[in-house]
C-alpha cells in the first residue's frame, strides 16, 4: 500500500489548509485512516483518525472543533480540513492506514504510512 500525501504550505495563523492523502496498491476492502503529526524536536502525535464508512471519528483535544477528518473510499482519499490554523499546528503532517476495525489513536496500529507534508503557520 502507497500513500501520497499532499497539500501542506505556509500559512499564516487563522487561515484554512486541507490536506489530502491517496492510498493505492493492494488495501483491503476496510480499513481505517488517520492523520499523525510531528513537530520540530518533539515525537509524533496523533491528530485524528476515521473508520471505514466515514461514521465514527476521533480528534486530538489539541485540533477538536478545528480540524475535519473525512474520506472518500471511491478515491480512497482521506482529507484533513484544517481550520483556525495556529503556529503550534506547525508539523509535518502524516496520513497511515491501519487494517484494524477498530479506530485507534495508537501510530503502532497502523499499517501503512505516506511520506508527509509539511505544514508550517507563521506570521
Known amino acids: 500500500v502507497q500513500l501520497q500525501a499532499s497539500g501542506g504550505g505556509l500559512m499564516q495563523p487563522g487561515d484554512s489548509l486541507r490536506l489530502s492523502c491517496a492510498a493505492s496498491?493492494?488495501?483491503?476492502?476496510?480499513?481505517?485512516m488517520g492523520w499523525f503529526r510531528q513537530a520540530p524536536g518533539k515525537e509524533r502525535e496523533f491528530v485524528a483518525a476515521?473508520?471505514?464508512?466515514?461514521?465514527?471519528?476521533v480528534y486530538a483535544d489539541s485540533v477538536k472543533g478545528r480540524f475535519t477528518i473525512s474520506r472518500d473510499n471511491a478515491k480512497t482519499t482521506v482529507y484533513l480540513q484544517m481550520n483556525n490554523l495556529k503556529p503550534e499546528d506547525t508539523a509535518v503532517y502524516y496520513c497511515?492506514?491501519?487494517?484494524?476495525?477498530?479506530?485507534?489513536?495508537?501510530?503502532?496500529?497502523?499499517?501503512?504510512w505516506g511520506q508527509g507534508t509539511l505544514v508550517t503557520v507563521s506570521s
Open positions: 497511515a492506514v491501519s487494517n484494524r476495525v477498530i479506530i485507534t489513536t495508537t501510530a503502532q496500529f497502523y499499517d501503512y
Open positions: 496498491g493492494r488495501t483491503r476492502t476496510r480499513y481505517m
Open positions: 476515521i473508520s471505514w464508512s466515514g461514521g465514527s471519528t
